[in-house]
Every structure is written in C-alpha cells, then in structure tokens.
C-alpha cells in the first residue's frame, strides 16, 4: 500500500535551515510526482513544490522560491525538501503527497495520498 511518512522537522531560528524528508513505500518514485504542502496556523493547506515522477521537472510557490529545493533520492525511494533562509511565516505542519495521472506536476490539488505531517516552528 502507498504510505508516505515525513520527518525532519523542529523548531529553527530565523534565517535558518531544515531539510525535510519523505520516505516513500509501497511504490517507486519513478510513477508518481512527488508535492509538499504546508498548512500554516489560520491559513489554508498550500502547496510549496512539486517533483515529476521522472525527476525532471519541478515547481515552487512565490513564497519559498528560491529558498526551498526539493529533490529525491531513488535509492533511497525518499523525497527532500532543503528550507533555507526561514521565516517565522514559515511556521506550520509540513505534508508530502503523491500524484498519479497524465500531468507531470500539477498545481491542482490532485494528490491522493498524504504522510502524517511533520511540525516546523520559525521562532527567536
């Protein structure tokens, strides 16, 4: 069965970093594009970026770009995302979740399966 399980989280100091993880079973990479979302206090599930099942194509809201980078290791069948420069607007519940169909990173929210969440606090 498709599970997703993240992990990685904590809590940072402004302009630090964190990188998140995504460990995938039940299904190789290579057939599902791979989001990450985030749920902030008050606010609406957003998603922050999108890897394709190839690994060929990626996405990024206005607010992390150039901040965040995700990316995935097939070895390890886990996806990444590197947070760097951290606001406390950043504070929230950190989710993965997979996409399977005809489009290659959809900024939809058509993804199916969702991990447990992992909590980041940006805070002095």
């Known amino acids: 069965q498709v599970q997703l399980v993240e992990s990685g989280g904590g809590l940072v100091q402004p302009g630090g970093s964190l990188r998140l993880s995504c460990a995938a079973s039940g299904f190789t990479l290579d057939r599902y594009a791979i989001g990450w979302f985030r749920q902030a206090p008050g606010k609406e599930r957003e998603r922050l970026s999108c890897i394709s099942s190839s690994g060929g194509y990626t996405h990024y809201a206005d607010s992390v770009k150039g901040r965040f980078t995700i990316s995935r290791d097939t070895a390890k069948n886990t996806v990444y995302l590197q947070m760097n420069s951290l606001k406390p607007e950043d504070t929230g519940v950190y989710y993965c979740?997979?996409?399977?169909?005809?489009?290659?990173?959809?900024?939809?929210?058509?993804?199916?399966?969702w991990g447990q969440g992992t909590q980041v606090t940006v805070s002095s």
């Open positions: 979740a997979t996409y399977r169909g005809g489009l290659a990173c959809p900024t939809t929210n058509l993804y199916a399966n």
